[in-house]
Nanobody, 127 residues
Framework: QVQLVESGGGLVQAGDSLRLSCVAS????????LGWFRQAPGKEREFVAGISWGWNGFTTYYSDSVKGRFTISRDNAKNTVYLQMNILKPEDTAVYYC??????????????????WGEGTLVTVSS
């Protein structure tokens, strides 16, 4: 059983940056594909970014809405996955969830397919 704990959310202004972190425990971290999803009020949970499993040569995936602004990375030695968010927009406001999957998390991955979720961290971007 893998436990995921996110941190780093908060209230920022449009154009600002934030870095989310997610620390995992209870599993072999390097063997899991990792990702970030988000859920805005009244909307369904949606894919944001994913990164492949392994120790190097990672493949990353991004939704069109964040491509070029957000960067996902992982540090297997620290059991941590990050989401660097730059040039934030009000439409980025949502609860951000860390996800772990025994396969790979890509733009085509549906929330129902995810094996493990964190509790979420709220990001609010004011205009």
């Amino acid at each position: 059983q893998v436990q995921l704990v996110e941190s780093g959310g908060g209230l920022v202004q449009a154009g600002d940056s934030l870095r989310l972190s997610c620390v995992a425990s209870g599993g072999t971290f390097s063997r899991y594909g990792l990702g970030w999803f988000r859920q805005a009020p009244g909307k369904e949970r949606e894919f944001v970014a994913g990164i492949s499993w392994g120790w190097n040569g990672f493949t990353t995936y991004y939704s069109d809405s964040v491509k070029g602004r957000f960067t996902i990375s992982r540090d297997n030695a620290k059991n941590t996955v990050y989401l660097q968010m730059n040039i934030l927009k009000p439409e980025d406001t949502a609860v951000y969830y860390c996800a772990a999957e025994k396969g790979i998390i890509t733009t085509a991955t549906l929330p129902e397919a995810i094996d493990y979720w964190g509790e979420g961290t709220l990001v609010t971007v004011s205009s």
